[in-house]
């Protein structure tokens, strides 16, 4: 089993920039591809990005991309994502997950993020 813990959600203005984290524990194994998924209310879950196990590949869904930065550190067990230029369609609770066998499997519990126009 892996644990995952998301952090760093909060309510910001429009142009501003957060950083969520996501902290794993557990069966822990840096060769785990990690996803950011996220839901705005009454729409569902969509993809915002990714990063392999090594972190040199990444992947980003449009609407994000050049604002979005995708990063990890293996020897913390943690990733994160640096929002910039947020945008109140951005508002939505924030879940990483953890890819086993190209799926994924494990969920955090999502972190809020609010951005006021």
């Known amino acids: 089993q892996v644990h995952l813990v998301e952090s760093g959600g909060g309510l910001v203005q429009a142009g501003d920039s957060l950083r969520l984290s996501c902290r794993a524990s557990?069966?822990?194994?840096?060769?785990?591809?990690m996803g950011w998924f996220r839901q705005a209310p009454g729409k569902e879950r969509e993809f915002v990005a990714n990063?392999?196990?090594?972190?040199?590949?990444?992947y980003y869904a449009d609407s994000v991309k050049g604002r979005f930065t995708v990063s990890r550190d293996n020897t913390k067990n943690t990733v994160s994502l640096q929002m910039n230029s947020l945008k109140p369609e951005d508002t939505a609770v924030y879940y990483c997950?953890?890819?086993?066998?190209?799926?994924?499997?494990?969920w955090g519990q999502g972190t809020q993020v609010t951005v006021s126009s």
């Open positions: 990063i392999n196990w090594s972190g040199f590949s990444t």
């Open positions: 557990g069966r822990t194994s840096s060769r785990y591809d």
């Open positions: 997950a953890a890819a086993v066998s190209g799926a994924y499997g494990y």
